[in-house]
């Protein structure tokens, strides 16, 4: 068999290039960069999701068992429920479509399992409101008054950049990740090299379940996940926590 061509320079450069996509502009990867943020000041961190309650009940001690937990909560939850609302308020937004947007709103506020998660949805909304204020002229008008949950107003800022919805999607769950991660880290308790597994694990299911919620209709949506809730749920008496969920 004849020796393959020798590389050159031109080529090392030219061929893969060929395959990647169009590159986002910077201030757009930035933007959802800071956008997915834990030190975001919107109180992320300062939730669970019933991971607490799942080391006091459930018997979550070791970093296999907090990641598996985790990935299912990304796949069984997140993924059929508020990543599909994430990906459709952007394209809504972008759209001006309020009744959309209040549709989309409505259905997280309608189908919080707890009182916990209620909580969280809103007021992670609302104080991500109050951050989105310093740098968009026009909330006050787009939210016209809505009491605005965490996704839709996620969405909000995704939609205000050239980013594609599935990066906005990426960024949203990637945010979420982190906060599960340094959750796990705190309440099981695991030590950071622990918690780097856990988030590279996340990183590797993360697309595939963005291109599952990107796919899903409004039929297809749904926020079911009845052991979850009850972890919540019993989270709210949990004798000693250190989260809000």
């Given at each position: 068999m004849p020796?393959?061509?020798?590389?050159?320079?031109?080529?090392?450069?030219?061929a893969?290039?060929?395959?990647?996509?169009?590159?986002?502009p910077?201030a757009?990867?930035l933007?959802?960069?800071w956008?997915?943020?834990?030190?975001?000041?919107?109180g992320?961190?300062?939730?669970s999701?019933g991971?607490?309650a799942?080391?006091e009940?459930a018997?979550?001690?070791t970093?296999?068992?907090?990641?598996?937990w985790?990935?299912d909560?990304?796949?069984?939850s997140?993924?059929?429920?508020?990543l599909?609302?994430?990906?459709q308020?952007i394209?809504a937004?972008?759209d001006?479509?309020a009744s959309r947007?209040?549709?989309?709103?409505a259905w997280?506020?309608?189908t919080?399992?707890?009182?916990?998660?209620?909580l969280q949805?809103?007021q992670?909304?609302?104080?991500f409101?109050?951050?989105?204020?310093?740098h968009?002229?026009?909330?006050?008008?787009?939210?016209?008054g809505l009491?605005?949950?965490?996704p839709v107003?996620f969405?909000?800022?995704a939609s205000r950049?050239d980013?594609s919805v599935?990066?906005?999607?990426?960024?949203?769950t990637?945010?979420w990740a982190e906060?599960?991660?340094?959750a796990?880290?705190?309440?099981?308790?695991?030590?950071?090299s622990?918690?780097q597994?856990?988030?590279?694990r996340?990183a590797?299911?993360i697309?595939?379940a963005?291109?599952?919620?990107?796919?899903?209709t409004?039929d297809d949506r749904?926020?079911f996940?009845p052991?979850?809730?009850i972890?919540s749920a019993?989270h709210?008496?949990?004798?000693?926590?250190?989260f809000r969920?």
């Amino acid at each position: 068999m004849p020796d393959a061509p020798a590389a050159t320079p031109a080529t090392l450069s030219a061929a893969p290039s060929a395959a990647l996509p169009a590159a986002l502009p910077a201030a757009s990867l930035l933007q959802l960069i800071w956008l997915a943020s834990p030190a975001l000041p919107i109180g992320g961190f300062s939730y669970s999701e019933g991971l607490e309650a799942g080391v006091e009940w459930a018997g979550l001690a070791t970093e296999a068992q907090a990641c598996e937990w985790i990935v299912d909560q990304l796949h069984l939850s997140l993924a059929r429920a508020d990543l599909p609302v994430v990906a459709q308020a952007i394209a809504a937004w972008r759209d001006n479509d309020a009744s959309r947007i209040r549709a989309l709103n409505a259905w997280v506020l309608q189908t919080r399992e707890s009182a916990e998660f209620l909580l969280q949805a809103e007021q992670m909304g609302r104080s991500f409101v109050e951050w989105l204020k310093l740098h968009h002229d026009d909330i006050a008008s787009a939210f016209d008054g809505l009491p605005i949950t965490y996704p839709v107003a996620f969405a909000f800022a995704a939609s205000r950049t050239d980013a594609s919805v599935r990066d906005g999607c990426l960024a949203f769950t990637f945010g979420w990740a982190e906060n599960m991660t340094g959750a796990a880290v705190k309440c099981v308790p695991l030590g950071q090299s622990s918690g780097q597994r856990i988030l590279g694990r996340l990183a590797r299911e993360i697309p595939t379940a963005v291109d599952h919620a990107i796919t899903l209709t409004d039929d297809d949506r749904q926020a079911f996940s009845p052991m979850l809730a009850i972890y919540s749920a019993r989270h709210e008496a949990q004798y000693s926590r250190l989260f809000r969920s």
